[in-house]
Nanobody
Framework: QVQLVESGGGLVQAGGSLRLSCAASGSTFSSYAMGWFRQPPGKEREFVATISWSGGRTYIADSVKGRFTISRDNAKNTVSLQMNSLKPEDTAVYYC?????????????????WGQGTQVTVSS
């Protein structure tokens, strides 16, 4: 079992930055690949970024590539999403997810554990 708690969301103007964090507890964090997903208002949940258990491999969605960066600190049991050059279309609830495994995974159905989500709102 893994418990995930996201933080760092909020309201920001277009062009600004936010850093989301996800704190994990309850199991060996370094055994899990981690992912960030988001659900814009009225839309389905979509993949944003994923990172392997060692942090050596990452995969970023094309829609945010070059603006968002995913990283993890296995010593602190955290995964972060640095979001720069934010756009109004980045407005969504952002979720952290965990999947036992060494690689990285972009499908939400592959993930076993989810956080409650944190709201990110980007104003124009």
């Amino acid at each position: 079992q893994v418990q995930l708690v996201e933080s760092g969301g909020g309201l920001v103007q277009a062009g600004g930055s936010l850093r989301l964090s996800c704190a994990a507890s309850g199991s060996t964090f370094s055994s899990y690949a981690m992912g960030w997903f988001r659900q814009p208002p009225g839309k389905e949940r979509e993949f944003v970024a994923t990172i392997s258990w060692s942090g050596g491999r990452t995969y970023i969605a094309d829609s945010v590539k070059g603006r968002f960066t995913i990283s993890r600190d296995n010593a602190k049991n955290t995964v972060s999403l640095q979001m720069n050059s934010l756009k109004p279309e980045d407005t969504a609830v952002y979720y952290c997810a965990a999947k036992r495994g060494s690689y990285y995974y972009s499908g939400d159905a592959q993930y076993e554990y989810w956080g409650q989500g944190t709201q990110v709102t980007v104003s124009s």
